[in-house]
């Protein structure tokens, strides 16, 4: 899933139940089992502070998957994710407010608001490809913001609105651990879901319309079709990360979702690796983390409080260098290195894989 | 007769991990027409990356062994940089700029000589050898056939004013007429402007009427040279590469087996 075949040293698939499996050889299933405990372990040693730095890397994790299935899947270049996160919080917080509408009812709603917009912001890509179609994905985040903006200030919550947070069977979910294992949740069901999408016939119609839509299209995979569905589930998968991000924060504003949201989420994919969900991981982790990265470096200095109104400064300009870095040095991302670190321990003690037939 | 272009043993790695070619050497010499056979996937188009530069492209490098130009190291040299020196490469695909008429694809190359004198000479070389791009002067190239585009590519490197032609599959794509036409060309240039060549080609029957020299590629290595003589009486290539079934029907297993033999020891 994560890595090119051969994932076992031979082909020995018997039955197509194992050809099917997600964890297929016992390394795999090892070292993930280790993961799944540290992932356990993590918010009962955690502090507080780590623990929401935990829970945000989830939420971008969500966010950073759907945009990986759209951009670096189906090749649609969308800079309208803040507006789609913004459209899933809205859609919970006036819910929420309005007819005091419960968690599983907004949930849906904010899916259906996705689903909605993306499929109306689907349509121009049917025409449009590179940057005009990321031009009109923009007016997405124009339009959504301009609406949460109108009903803030028409409705009298020009600072925001106050979403309370949400119940399961009776208890209210408050506490930050229980909160840890809600968003991993929700990023585990986002993984398994992309994975399994990309594994079967639409996202391999999604990988094909990437590369060349002409030869999709005459082995007949209905591009219109499958560009509208990228659309539709990717849009919809970020509003439901925006209904989480509207309960976890217990407040929905228009400034939560600027343009820089959305630059943050093509960060995201570009840092991590296009076209794999491992990247979308692990740039979501990367660019959540930066900025925390760079204030606990600037810390490290000398005369801290001089430099505390400069701290914002700094934290944009580091994510600009950092970016510009990782395209000129590492294109594949940071997926690219993993899996250079990979071959490195598969090959060794050699250096290069031989050629076919080599007499070595 | 000294080397114009030397390769010397080269190993190429794409994206630090795989090797595609090994082992490489070749050599052209002046006023030489040279070729490449091989299969696909056989490294020779990757040989002639190595040496017009445009490895960086694909994350490969030259990791062993020499390239070595006029006396001058080339190897993981810039593209810019070889072409300035006299190493012109008509590409496999995408060799014109289909936005552009014949004239203008004419008039984008950068010559070595840029004087507009030198330039009119230039243009009307290219004319000489490929008339049929004179009648073509304002046709948008995307427009053009297959042959033609193959003309106007080797016309546009002969604007650079080359003097060693690396030319990657002359005869993809196009019908056998337009391909001996294309051949006699090619012999026209080295035979009047000295101009060497280093054909790399699937098409071994079409490189071999005109090369001097032939070297055959198999799972990145050379595993025959000669000239041409030599290469046409070698059984195998009559077998292989030339489709002549030498006498009496050899059974298939017995193929398979030499095949098999030769990746080794070849």
């Known amino acids: 899933m994560f890595r090119p075949a051969p994932r076992a040293s031979g082909y020995l698939h018997t039955g197509y139940g194992e050809d099917i499996a997600l964890l297929q050889t016992r390394t795999e299933r090892a ?47 969308s800079l309208g994710h803040a507006g789609l996160i913004a459209a899933g919080a809205f859609t919970t917080g006036i819910l929420a407010r309005e007819i005091s509408a419960p968690f599983w009812i907004t949930l849906p709603a904010s899916a259906l608001t996705g689903i909605v917009l993306g499929f109306i912001f689907g349509l121009p890509s049917l025409r449009l490809r590179g940057l005009y179609l990321a031009v009109s994905t923009l007016a997405l985040h124009f339009v959504v913001i301009y609406l949460g903006g109108e009903y803030e200030t028409k409705r009298g919550f020009s600072t925001g609105i106050v979403v309370d947070p949400p119940r399961f069977a009776g208890i209210k979910l408050t506490d930050g651990r229980a909160w840890y294992f809600v968003l ?15 594994r079967s016939r639409s996202g391999r119609a999604w990988q094909a319309l990437h590369v060349r839509e002409t030869v999709a299209e005459a082995l007949g995979i209905s591009v219109a079709r499958y560009k509208l569905l990228a659309f539709v589930i990717s849009s919809s998968m ?36 296009m076209g794999s969900l491992l990247g979308a991981l692990l740039g979501a982790a990367f660019i959540t983390v930066f900025p925390y990265l760079i204030e606990a470096l600037l810390r490290l200095l000398p005369n801290v409080q001089k430099l505390a109104g400069e701290i914002f400064a700094v934290n944009y300009a580091a994510f600009g260098v950092v970016m510009i870095l990782f395209l000129i040095f590492e294109p594949l991302g940071l997926v690219g290195i993993w899996h250079r670190l990979q071959n490195y321990f598969l090959l060794w003690p050699f250096r290069y894989k031989p050629l076919a037939g080599a007499r070595k | 007769m000294t080397a114009l272009l030397q390769v010397d043993n080269i190993e190429v790695v794409y994206k630090r991990a795989i090797t595609a ?43 062993e062994g020499t390239i070595t130009f006029k006396g001058t190291r080339i190897d993981n040299g810039l593209p810019h940089d070889i072409a300035a020196r006299g190493i012109v490469l008509v590409p496999e695909r995408e060799k014109v700029f289909p936005n552009l008429t014949v004239a203008e694809n004419l008039a984008a190359p950068v010559p070595r000589a840029g004087s507009s004198s030198e330039r009119h000479r230039l243009n009307e070389r290219t004319y000489h050898f490929f008339p049929r791009l004179a009648d073509l002067r304002s046709r948008t190239a995307g427009l053009l056939s297959g042959g033609e585009r193959q003309m106007l590519a ?71 040279d000669g000239d041409r003589e030599r290469l046409r009486s070698h059984q195998d290539v009559q077998e292989f590469y030339l489709g002549q079934a030498g006498g009496e029907r050899r059974s298939y297993r017995d193929v398979k087996q030499y095949r098999r033999s030769r990746r080794w020891y070849g």
């Open chain 1, 31 to 77: 070292s993930l089992a280790v993961f799944a405990i540290l992932l356990a372990v993590f918010p009962f040693l955690a502090s507080p502070f780590a623990l929401d730095l935990a829970c945000q890397v989830f939420l971008a994790s969500v966010g950073a998957l759907s945009l990986m299935l759209l951009t670096g899947y189906a090749g649609q270049i």
């Open chain 1, 184 to 198: 991993l949740a929700a990023a585990l069901v986002s993984l398994l879901i992309c994975v399994n999408l990309l």
């Open chain 1, 238 to 273: 970020t509003s439901v990360a925006g209904c989480l991000f509207a309960y976890y924060r217990g407040f929905v504003s228009i400034e939560a979702f600027d343009l820089f949201l959305s630059i943050q989420y093509v960060a995201m994919i570009i840092v991590g690796g």
């Open chain 2, 21 to 63: 070619v090994q082992g490489v050497t070749l050599s052209v010499a002046e006023r030489q027409i040279v070729a490449v056979l091989g299969t696909n996937g056989a490294g020779k188009t990757t040989t002639l990356r190595a040496i017009s530069g445009f490895l960086g492209i694909d994350d490969a490098r030259v990791t």
């Open chain 2, 154 to 224: 080797i016309g546009a490197a002969l604007m650079c004013n080359p003097q060693l032609l690396l030319v990657d599959e002359l005869s993809l794509g196009l019908a056998p007429v337009v391909v001996q036409d294309l051949t006699r060309r090619l012999t026209a240039i080295r035979n009047e402007l000295g101009i060497a060549v280093l054909l790399v080609e699937q098409s071994a029957a079409a490189a071999l009427e005109i090369s001097d020299y032939a070297y055959v590629m198999e799972n990145g290595r050379i595993v025959l």
